[in-house]
């Protein structure tokens, strides 16, 4: 179970007996009347009276712990044991690039470390990678090399109570964005009458071409490795 959730203890008791955690009373149900005899668990202990079961409410990580119900509904007392851990929710993953350059790129995830918890890549269901540490003060991170056109991968930080999953596209972390062409026109006169000129342009990227087309065919195209260089442009 993780913080903020309920629990159910899978035992009950109908008329009388007590609950216990790591052997100190927390609770007592006498003639069909709950008491709750410690001051941590007022308010967040419950008792159906109809069913019988004990509930705690909006658990917290020291609410972890061996729990003990003593049923007195005969004459005899039958007792219960349960073990009650609480994790912590787990945080979403954050991914990060850290090289685009082809035919690979490389990503990053990390993750804030807790107890169990463990940090995975998946792809199409089968996990890659996966780290965990005991070092609970150090953040888990896993690096990828993500292969050109290949299936999402997934980022995956779990604990026994919880999972949080980002899923990650190539196209989004492999690729730099291109930015929206411009268009400039210019007027002058020819020897045929007037005439007019267009001038497109756009900012320069890796593996960026900049292209006139007409009904799918391509009329002129261009592109520059020099990623110094501000702009493509074309004129038509």
Excluded at 44 to 64: A, C, N
């Amino acid at each position: 179970m993780h913080c903020g959730r309920d629990s159910q203890l899978p035992t009950t008791v109908k008329t009388r007996g007590y609950i216990y955690q790591n052997d100190t009373q927390i609770a007592r149900v006498i003639a069909k009347y709950l008491d709750i005899t410690s001051s941590i668990f007022r308010g967040r202990v419950q008792w159906d009276s109809s069913t019988g079961f004990f509930s705690i409410t909006g658990l917290k990580m020291e609410d972890s712990g061996q729990y003990k119900v003593q049923n007195w509904d005969e004459q005899t007392a039958v007792q219960s044991l349960f073990q009650l851990t609480v994790y912590n929710p787990v945080s979403t993953p954050q991914v990060s690039s850290r090289n685009k350059m082809k035919p690979t790129c490389s990503v990053l995830c990390s993750v804030e470390n807790g107890r169990e918890v463990t940090l995975s890549w998946q792809r199409e269901g089968e996990t890659l990678y996966y780290t965990s540490s005991p070092d609970l003060n150090t953040p888990l991170s896993l690096p990828l090399e993500i292969e050109e056109n290949s299936a999402p991968y997934s980022c995956v930080a779990v604990n026994p109570a919880i999972n949080k999953t980002v899923t990650v596209r190539p196209e989004e972390f492999c690729f730099d964005s291109v930015s929206k062409p411009r268009i400039t026109s210019t007027a002058a006169e020819g020897y045929q009458g007037r005439c007019c000129s267009v001038l497109c342009s756009v900012e320069n990227g890796r593996e960026v071409t900049l292209s006139w087309q007409r009904e799918g065919e391509t009329l002129d195209s261009t592109s520059s490795p020099d990623l110094n260089a501000p702009c493509l442009s074309l004129w038509r």
